[in-house]
């Protein structure tokens, strides 16, 4: 017969197992209900990422995302929006389908950096037509609509400061080095040389045939501007050109550059305000 002090021990053992078997369980199925879901803002910003969007507005503007990197359930990455004049950086961070946490990070101006107060803001955006078409809201109310490119752009570049081409850019180069110019008003004629690109800016010479002269300009583009110094000129039937002396690093004068139609119409506007248009010869 078992004494009652050692039946006594035997069940308060047991009951101390089960408890502690019980305690085991609970926290197991703590852990695993409390397992933080896979964040799908992943998925979503790989449906935008390293492609080239295209202002439906103004077709010199577009903006470009990295595809993100997962840290923890937040999406990170960076931001690059190509104006004519300039690029504007910035790094985001997204931990919801269509929203964006956006950090300015640089801001460039005709290949310069502009020193800017650093600043946060939030973008909501829509993916539309089969992922064809992007929208952005604004923090601030402005509403934005772009449209996919076929240029794919991986902001990563930027680390190493080394730009991809913009749509307006590798269109100037396609186009405009290869072709002589008329002015639709009169016999003037343009020639571009072939140019080179230096981070954004696209540099070069172009001869402009005048009826009795022809000047040869060095220039700079940056986005829509191109500036231009005077460095020869000559005679027309003449051979040789005459060099003009140096003033420095100075420009003579820009133009508002502009190509519709494909790059098959040329347009360029004074500084003084005079706008010049050129057709292919």
């Known amino acids: 017969m078992i004494k ?42 790989e449906k935008i990422g390293d492609v080239v969007w295209i202002d439906d507005k103004r077709p010199n503007f577009n903006i470009t995302f990295s595809k993100p990197v997962m840290e923890g359930n937040i999406a990170t990455g960076e931001y690059k929006e190509n104006f004519p004049g300039g690029i504007t950086y910035c790094k985001y961070e997204s931990t919801e389908d269509g929203v964006l946490n956006l950090q300015l990070v640089k801001h460039i101006e005709n290949g310069k950096e502009v020193n800017v107060k650093l600043a946060n803001f939030v973008f909501k955006l829509e993916i539309l037509d089969d992922g064809n078409k992007l929208v952005i809201n604004h923090s601030d109310g402005r509403t934005i609509s772009y449209t996919r490119s076929d240029s794919t752009s ?33 016999p003037q004629l343009v020639k571009f040389s072939k140019p080179t690109v230096e981070g ?35 005679l027309k039937g003449k051979d040789e050109y005459t060099e003009k002396e140096s003033s420095g690093d100075d420009f003579d004068f820009s133009f508002t550059t502009e190509l519709q139609d494909n790059g098959n119409t040329l347009i360029l506007k004074h500084s003084n305000g005079v706008t010049y248009t050129y057709k292919p010869l």
Request: glycine share 4%; aromatic share 10%.
């Open 4 to 45: 009652p002090k050692i039946l006594y021990i035997i069940c308060l053992a047991l009951f101390l197992t089960s408890c502690g078997d019980a305690s085991k369980d609970t926290s197991s199925s703590t852990t695993e209900e409390s397992a933080p879901e896979p964040s799908s803002a992943f998925l979503w910003m």
């Open 154 to 186: 991986s902001v990563n570049e930027t680390k190493t400061e080394t730009h991809s081409m913009s749509s307006e850019t590798k269109l100037w180069m396609d186009k405009v080095a290869t072709t002589d110019w008329k002015n639709i008003m009169n």
């Open 200 to 234: 954004n800016v696209v540099k070069g010479e172009v001869e402009m045939h005048e009826e009795s002269f022809i000047q040869v300009f060095r220039y700079e583009k940056s986005g829509s501007e191109m500036k231009c110094k005077l460095i020869g000129y000559k």
